[in-house]
């Protein structure tokens, strides 16, 4: 005989920043909520991400109208008031990789127009770092130098803390069957020991890239749109020093640079309009081009013996008709799916207040479990993690 449907509140799919955020709120608000991850917690965008709260400096510089400066402002200051314990959930004790970042430009009168409508644009006013503060990676860059009050973290230590109070509503499957069925969603997830169905009031769909496949198998997938704008990072590893910050020139980040230690030494994640051209190059012309990027930008930096790699991701959002980056976070309810996508890792808490307050209420008997024995999804590994690394030297 089949076994009664899991009755519960609400399914999450998808096992990333924006998915375990929206567990999180989900249960905090009384919902009965459970998450389905598929391959790892947050493989795709969270663990590739450079894990800067941003506070407006890219919004700043990005130059699209429409960008929410004051949108990314609000994030960043729940952000603080998380990491500090004093909102929910509390993040203090979270990994957090550098409590500030410099901002810097290359020479040139481009570069200089660019810091000028960063100053005008920022909602935190940056600070002038006289000569003498300056960090020694900081050598040979003329012009002013500007410290920014973005915190870095580490987003796959954010995974795990997020994850951690509700491990026990967090599996590993595949969802098979979705389906709206007027006022719930029926659901079908594959797991070892056979198929489970699970009848949610509401599916949360927070699975990056992967929520263009879910709503096309709800039938949804005309009602949301996706796209995908490609990067390819940089990677650099070997005795360096820990750099945080972003080199500007006119309005664009030439390089943004955060640092993280690995057993052979420093690592920097180098993203910034250099990776949003890389996927148009093979990664030797890549690497090239990184490495002349980096000593353009950082001329007081020592690249010898240092190795390099790169990597491919996409990030999944809404479509716009301009195929930029949309302005700001997208959370919408068709029936019984809410899709989300936060647009961006600082985004992702907002995302799913959103998302909550979108939630109906807890129903009567809504009170499943995942079956005691259902597999657990592991933390996605970090993209210097798994690279091939090559010497340029
Ligand atoms: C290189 C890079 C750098 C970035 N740097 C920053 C930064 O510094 N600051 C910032 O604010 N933002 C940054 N971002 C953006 C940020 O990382 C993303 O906006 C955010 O991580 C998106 O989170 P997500 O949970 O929506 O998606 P993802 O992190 O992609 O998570 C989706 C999850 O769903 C799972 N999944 C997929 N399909 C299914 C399915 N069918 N069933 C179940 N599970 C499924 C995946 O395995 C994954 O675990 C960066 C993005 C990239 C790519």
């Keep these: 005989m089949t076994p009664p449907p899991i009755r519960i509140d609400a399914l999450v799919v998808g096992g990333g920043v924006a998915g375990l955020f929206t567990l999180d709120a989900l249960v905090r608000a009384g919902r009965n909520a459970l998450l389905v991850e598929r391959h790892a917690l947050g493989l795709g965008q969270t663990t590739s991400s450079q894990g800067i709260l941003h506070a407006g400096v890219k919004y700043a510089l990005g130059g699209v109208a429409g960008d929410d400066a004051e949108e990314a402002a609000a994030a960043a200051s729940l952000w603080k008031a998380m990491l500090a314990g004093l909102d929910s959930p509390d993040l203090s004790g979270l990994r957090t990789l550098a409590s500030h970042e410099f901002l810097w430009r290359t020479a040139g009168l481009l570069g200089a127009a660019g810091m000028l409508g960063a100053r005008l644009a920022l909602q935190t006013r940056p600070e002038v770092v006289a000569q003498a503060e300056r960090p020694a990676w900081l050598t040979g860059v003329r012009g002013e130098v500007f410290r920014l ?43 070892p020991e056979g198929p489970l169905r699970i009848q949610a009031s509401q599916v949360f769909l927070t699975a990056g890239e992967g929520n263009e496949a879910l709503l096309a198998l709800a039938g949804q997938q005309a009602n949301e749109p996706m796209q995908r704008r490609p990067l390819r990072q940089a990677m650099v590893q070997g005795r360096l020093p820990w750099v945080f910050g972003h080199c500007i020139d006119g309005a664009k980040t030439r390089v943004t640079v955060t640092s993280d230690e690995t057993s052979r030494g420093v690592v920097w994640h180098v993203g910034g309009e250099l990776a949003e051209r890389g996927p148009a190059l093979d990664e030797a012309a890549f690497l090239d081009h ?71 209420p807890p129903a009567a008997g ?28």
């Design 290 to 360: 990184a490495r002349r990027e980096l000593m353009a930008c950082l001329p007081g930096a020592d690249l010898r013996g240092a190795e390099f790699s790169s990597y491919l991701v996409q990030r999944a959002e809404p479509r716009t008709t301009s195929g930029r980056r949309p302005a700001s976070v997208h959370v919408r309810a068709t029936g019984p799916l809410v899709t989300l996508w936060p647009v961006k890792l600082v985004m992702a808490p907002r995302a799913a207040a959103q998302a909550t307050a979108a939630s109906v």
């Design 366 to 393: 809504a009170d499943g479990r995942w079956p005691t024995g259902v597999p657990r999804p592991a933390l996605a590994p970090r993209p210097w993690e798994e690279a091939t690394w090559r010497r340029l030297d």
């Design 149 to 191: 009050g973005e915190v870095v973290i580490d987003p796959r230590d954010l995974l795990d803390r997020l994850r951690a109070p509700h491990a026990e509503r967090v599996a590993l499957g595949e969802v098979t069957a979705l389906t709206a069925q007027g006022s719930s969603a029926a659901v079908t997830v594959a797991m």
